[in-house]
């Protein structure tokens, strides 16, 4: 089971950092990417982190502003949000690959075994 967290309401240029917990079993063999879906749009993968931690990718519409980290330690992955634009406005879900390539992950892919119900971050003045 997954669940997301710290989404909210938040002005343009504000920070946020979400939260991904997992209950039941260990992360240590899951890669973790972060979906979202803005109202009318295709859900959208935005980073991802390898089960290792030591890899991680972003898309062109997130880079340089948000920044993807997991503690395995808390089974927890974290998205750190700044400079928010009114398009970062979407359910963001979080969602896990289970693999045995501790270092690899696929931003591009929807393939996931897991997935979150999802967290509205709201970006508006």
């Known amino acids: 089971l997954l669940v997301e967290s710290g989404g909210g309401w938040v002005q343009p240029g504000g920070s946020l950092r979400l939260s991904c917990a997992a209950s039941g079993e260990g992360l240590d063999y899951d890669a973790i990417q972060w979906f979202r879906q803005a109202p009318g749009k295709e859900r959208e993968g935005i980073s991802c982190v390898s089960a290792s931690g030591t890899n991680t990718h972003y898309a062109d519409s997130v880079k340089g502003r948000f920044t993807i980290s997991r503690d395995n330690a808390k089974n927890t992955v974290y998205l750190q949000m700044t400079n928010l634009r009114h398009e970062d406005t979407a359910v963001y879900y979080c969602?896990?690959?289970?693999?045995?390539?501790?270092?690899?992950?696929?931003?591009?892919?929807?393939?996931?075994?897991?997935w979150g119900e999802g967290v509205l971050v709201n970006v508006s003045s």
């Open positions: 969602a896990a690959k289970s693999t045995f390539l501790r270092t690899v992950c696929d931003v591009r892919s929807s393939s996931m075994d897991w």
